[in-house]
């Protein structure tokens, strides 16, 4: 089918939704498909969606870049009435957002319940756990077992009653199910049909009815700040109206999994600095000019989120995602070896050539200059596709690449400007100085001549 350049549209009819996407034949710009699908989607009365493009990270509809706000109670109709005020308010707080409400807000779809009668049931020889057995059979059927055969996949065993025993309420009313006395009893005689209506489909968190938002917020907006704004302006907003009371509301999804996998890098990061640390402490054989040499860090950490940002720009939208986070971490690393290299000169101008504190740390900036710049030259250019380089799969390691590209390019260029002057403070104040020069020829001691 071609519509709007599409090579390929294709429908997957679940009921009650529906999933639809196309194929166009430009991959690259597939996401500019989006806004068409999101006016059509409202176009039509009565219905809620989504339009977005899964990501390489993404494994099922809402569980990529999306806030879930679970709201969670015992009254289904507070539930309702809660999720539905902070949909209306989140599409007003979030322009641009996608918010797609699980399951459906809607309260009217047709339900049929069989109630069971417990003295027929219990006459029958049955529990109310075996009636609702026997007619999951006849309507879904359950697993009774599964088959193995040797260097093959297992197979489950499943019970089921023909489809075409039971296409209606009515029918279903009426057929027969077996009872521990061997006979063979309608289920009118042991439960009484009840017509009503609900939700399509009940969840429950931590054994609590749920009704979960999954806000999808616009590609410009950055997660956090959609957390922090649902999470600090929209809860309290509905909590003063009185509709979450006797109910709670926790974010998950992505939102939750930012927050654990924020906290971990912390301490990695933090784990990272300390051991670099201890490391040159253990070469240098001093606890101060690791001090100095880690002054590169907090550039090298400017610098990527600089590469970010310019990623974004001019490149393609970036999430701050775990792989970006893992090239702060690689960064500590790579920055300070620049710095290694003028502390390492100047210590040995000044131990082995007996130089000037001054005078040896601008000989070993200008010494290492030339190479510094070289290394820097090739790692930046040898990183550049990374960053800039399109293709399936870019979003893999895109951010990775902005990241370290742009720390390892602003901290070579300040590291020549900021590592020499608290280099050149410890020199004076510190215990490294000149080696006393020693000639060969011996010097007589001097005695009183008689």
């Not at 641009?96 to 049931?121: A, T």
Request: with cysteine; charged share 20%; aromatic share 6%.
């Amino acid at each position: 089918m071609g519509c709007l350049g599409f090579r390929i549209c294709f429908t997957c009819p679940r009921p009650p939704s529906t999933c639809s996407g196309p194929c166009p034949p430009h991959e690259q710009r597939a996401g500019e498909l989006i806004p068409f699908f999101n006016r059509v989607i409202s176009s039509i009365p009565g219905m809620y969606g989504v339009s977005i493009q899964a990501s390489i990270f993404e494994q099922g509809l809402g569980k990529g870049r999306v806030i879930q706000v679970d709201i969670s109670g015992a009254q289904l109709e507070k539930i309702v009435a809660a999720a539905g005020t902070m949909f209306g308010m989140a599409m007003q707080e979030i322009p641009g957002s996608q918010i797609r409400p699980v399951p459906s807000l809607e309260l009217l779809y047709p339900e049929v319940r069989f109630i069971p009668e417990r003295d027929r049931v219990r006459a029958a020889g049955m529990s109310t756990l075996g009636l609702g057995t026997a007619i999951d059979v006849i309507l879904d059927g359950r697993k009774i077992g599964d088959f193995k055969e040797e260097g093959k996949k297992k197979i489950d065993l499943v019970l089921k009653g023909s489809p075409q025993d039971a296409t209606t309420p009515e029918e279903l009313n009426n057929s027969l199910i077996a009872v521990p006395k061997g006979w063979a009893v309608p289920v009118s005689s042991l439960a009484r049909l009840h017509r009503t209506y609900s939700m399509n489909e009940i969840r429950h968190l931590e054994r609590q009815r749920t009704i979960s938002l999954q806000v999808t917020p616009p590609k410009d907006m950055p997660l956090q700040a959609a957390m922090e704004l649902i999470q600090n302006k929209l809860v309290p907003e509905v909590r003063q109206m009185g509709l979450l009371d006797g109910l709670t509301v926790r974010l998950s999804g992505a939102a939750d999994k930012l927050t654990v996998t924020r906290d971990a890098l912390q301490w990695n990061f933090l784990l990272a600095i300390v051991i670099t640390y201890l490391l040159m402490a253990a070469l240098f054989g001093n606890f101060i000019y690791p001090l100095i040499i880690l002054f590169t860090v907090p550039l090298a950490g400017a610098g990527g989120f600089l590469g970010l940002k310019l990623e974004n720009w001019f490149i393609a939208p970036q999430a701050l995602d775990i792989l970006t986070m893992l090239g702060f971490v690689i960064l500590i690393g790579v920055v300070v070896n620049n710095a290694i290299l003028i502390v390492h000169q100047s210590l040995g101008n000044i131990r082995e050539q007996g130089m000037d504190y001054k005078e040896a740390i601008l000989d070993a900036t200008r010494t290492r200059l030339r190479p510094i710049f070289m290394s820097a030259a090739t790692s930046v250019f040898g990183m550049l596709p990374l960053a800039v380089a399109p293709g399936p799969g870019s979003e893999l390691y895109r951010g990775l690449g902005a990241v370290v590209l742009g720390g390892l390019a602003l901290s070579t260029v300040f590291t020549i400007f900021v590592i020499p002057a608290p280099a050149h403070v410890r020199h004076r104040h510190g215990k490294e100085g000149r080696q006393p020069i020693v000639t060969g020829e011996r010097i007589p001691d001097r005695k009183k001549i008689p």
